[in-house]
């Protein structure tokens, strides 16, 4: 599919699954996924090879994979529920979901709203764009234009460190913010290396990487004080990593191996 299709397929598939709960929701018991016989899972459709729409429009990649593995595990169903990333929390604290496996960064900010799981996955963001651009270091980012995903890793990151004159412009998700690099219409953006890969193959010696922004790990997140719920998720972690299961889905989708910083189970 071409790029500028498919980005926009993405994006338009992640808008057709936005939305807010009014309600915040207490936390999940272990016990009610159980007698309910399916747990929802909430996942990125537009964050290859995370989060992807496979050819019957139906949500996979890594983190499906992973959200599989872990209802197998819980002797339940999977149900499989697109968010984008500004409204996967809302998602999880409102109920509309039991877990996160959406690509969601470990920070210290959202650790005060959700908890987080050891590390599943890992990401490193970079500041990436037009070739011709030069940005050796976040003072050069002033009177840049520079684009995000909304909410982001790379959305904190590049806030934190942008000199007064920098222009961010948020976009409601990677798709978005890859589209409007490759039509031009932001010179710069932050992007993980998964992303970056993606572009750089359709649009070789185009751009380039201009420095690194953030080292991030993924933890699988749940509503705050399900306690039984995550030490399911943890024990699920534990025996994919010592399994060498997690390290496999990791080359499948992604070509590489587990990153050492979340290989071992003590991180």
């Known amino acids: 599919m071409n790029i500028f299709r498919k980005v926009a397929a993405l994006a338009t598939a992640a808008t057709l699954f936005a939305g807010f709960g009014a309600a915040s929701a207490g936390a999940q018991t272990l016990e009610a996924v159980k007698s309910r016989g399916t747990i929802n899972v909430g996942m ?20 499906a994979d992973v959200a599989k593995l872990l209802a197998k595990d819980l002797g339940v169903d999977v149900n499989l529920v697109p968010v984008t990333g500004p409204n996967r929390i809302p998602y999880l604290l409102s109920g509309q979901v039991d877990v996160l496996v959406a690509s ?26 037009e070739k ?15 684009g995000v995903a909304r909410a982001s890793t790379q959305d904190t990151a590049i806030t934190k ?12 998700d990677d798709a978005s913010a890859v589209q409007a690099l490759l039509s031009g219409q932001v010179p710069l953006i932050g992007a993980s290396n998964t992303v970056v890969a993606q ?3 359709v649009r070789p010696e185009t751009y380039t990487t201009k420095f690194s922004l953030s080292q991030q790990r993924q933890g699988i997140a749940t509503r705050p004080g399900s306690t039984e719920l995550m030490a399911a998720v943890n024990d699920f972690l534990t ?29």
């Open 132 to 146: 011709d651009v030069d940005v050796p270091d976040a003072a050069a980012l002033a009177g840049k234009n520079v």
């Open 239 to 267: 025996k994919m990593k010592e399994d060498g299961q997690l390290n496999e889905l990791h080359q499948k989708w992604l070509d590489a191996p587990l990153p050492d910083f979340i290989a071992s189970t003590n991180n």
């Open 44 to 63: 990125l459709v537009d964050f290859p090879p995370f989060g992807i729409l496979d050819t019957s429009g139906q949500p996979d990649g890594y983190d």
């Open 161 to 172: 460190i942008a000199p007064e004159g920098t222009n961010i412009q948020r976009f409601d």
């Open 199 to 201: 572009v750089e193959t």
């Open 104 to 129: 969601l960064g470990i920070t210290e900010e959202r650790a005060k709203q959700v908890d987080f799981s050891q590390p599943y996955a890992g990401i490193e963001i970079f500041l990436f764009g």
